[in-house]
T-cell receptor, first 114, second 114 residues
Framework: DVKVTQSSRYLVKRTGEKVFLECVQD?????MFWYRQDPGLGLRLIYF???????EKGDIPEGYSVSREKKERFSLILESASTNQTSMYLC?????????????FGDGTRLSIL | KNQVEQSPQSLIILEGKNCTLQ??????????LRWYKQDTGRGPVSLTI?????NTKSNGRYTATLDADTKQSSLHITASQLSDSASYIC?????????????FGTGTRLTVIP
């Protein structure tokens, strides 16, 4: 079974801090994703990576950056955290080049910015 | 306007009863439609994926149907159990776009009571 592991389930940070969210997958998937999930809204894509060091902006990249130095690891960085970035963050992965495959999600990081 | 609308927003049913969740979409043409189950505090887990040419797909007590003419999908849960209490998310993947271009519904929150 594919396992996507997010480093923290809960995180509390202060405004202005630089915040790192880590995600690791164990199935050699090419594609990795970062989403945020807010009440009443569907999942919104922040960033997508289709290979090591390759990334594409999603729908809401402002205030975020990402890093993918190794295939299994995809990091989301909040450059200077703000209260409107309080949310649930979900990481997901899929194999590359195979279209009708489900995304495998981690259990999320609930981030609170005070 | 969201291109994937789910109804109802929330639903409460008695254990053992059946229920049907709805997903209407405007994404067209589409490649596949997915249903995910998300337990509270966990990441979404794939239940079914249907391509545009399929009209039904089952996974145990979960059966998804698809009517591409009316752009509607349903998720039917048979003989509900307490563990079915979760949010159910409908996701549509357009044709000709990458793995990062998915349209998410906002989910239906199902509560099964004893």
């Amino acid at each position: 079974d594919v396992k996507v592991t997010q480093s923290s389930r809960y995180l509390v940070k202060r405004t202005g801090e630089k915040v790192f969210l880590e995600c690791v997958q164990d199935m050699d998937h090419e594609n990795m994703f970062w989403y945020r999930q807010d009440p009443g809204l569907g999942l919104r894509l922040i960033y997508f990576s289709y290979d090591v060091k390759m990334k594409e902006k999603g729908d809401i990249p402002e205030g975020y950056s990402v890093s993918r130095e190794k295939k299994e690891r995809f990091s989301l960085i909040l450059e200077s955290a703000s209260t409107n970035q309080t949310s649930m963050y979900l990481c997901a992965s899929t194999p590359g080049g195979v279209f009708n495959q489900p995304q495998h999600f981690g259990d999320g990081t609930r981030l609170s910015i005070l | 306007k969201n291109q994937v609308e789910q109804s109802p927003q929330s639903l409460i049913i008695l254990e053992g009863k059946n229920c049907t969740l709805q997903c209407n979409y405007t994404v067209s043409p589409f490649s596949n439609l997915r249903w995910y189950k998300q337990d509270t505090g966990r990441g979404p887990v794939s239940l079914t994926i249907m391509t545009f040419s399929e009209n039904t797909k089952s996974n145990g007590r979960y059966t998804a149907t698809l009517d591409a003419d009316t752009k509607q999908s349903s998720l039917h849960i048979t003989a509900s159990q307490l563990s079915d209490s979760a949010s159910y998310i409908c996701v549509v993947s357009p044709v000709g776009t990458g793995a990062n271009n998915l349209f998410f519904g906002t989910g239906t929150r199902l509560t099964v009571i004893p």
